[in-house]
């Protein structure tokens, strides 16, 4: 994910990276903490924008449905991070703002490109 995201979409992926199972809308409100938007917003309000930004990462493709379950008569969804999101930190901002212009453009040689970005910025990356 990256800057143009919205703050909390970064968090969600951030979290779902370090939880590394699956999190309905729910879990994920109570991982960030009862009220991740601060002021007035209660545990109902935030689980309901907590699913409108999963929505959003679905529609990235950067999340995939995991399973559902039965609870009270509706559905709880849960959701896993897609294998190859990167998640990314600050100091990755301008190697990423690079990459995204060489994908864009459509240069040739994309990976080799992508490797003299990443020696240049000094960004250690290792596969996983």
Do not use: C, W
């Amino acid at each position: 994910m990256g800057k143009n995201q919205h703050p909390l979409r970064d968090e969600l992926v951030l979290q779902m990276d370090a939880i590394a199972k699956p999190l309905s809308p729910k879990t994920m409100v109570e991982a960030l903490g009862m009220n991740p938007f601060g002021g007035n917003v209660d545990f109902d309000r935030a689980v309901s924008l907590v699913s409108y930004h999963v929505k959003v990462l679905l529609g990235y493709e950067a999340i995939s449905l995991s399973h559902q379950e039965p609870v009270r008569g509706a559905v709880q969804n849960f959701y896993i991070l897609k294998p190859g999101v990167v998640v990314a930190d600050e100091g990755d901002g301008a190697a990423l703002d690079q990459i995204s212009k060489l994908l864009t453009e459509g240069h040739r040689g994309v990976v080799a490109k992508i490797a003299a970005i990443v020696q240049e910025t000094g960004r250690d990356v290792a596969a996983s």
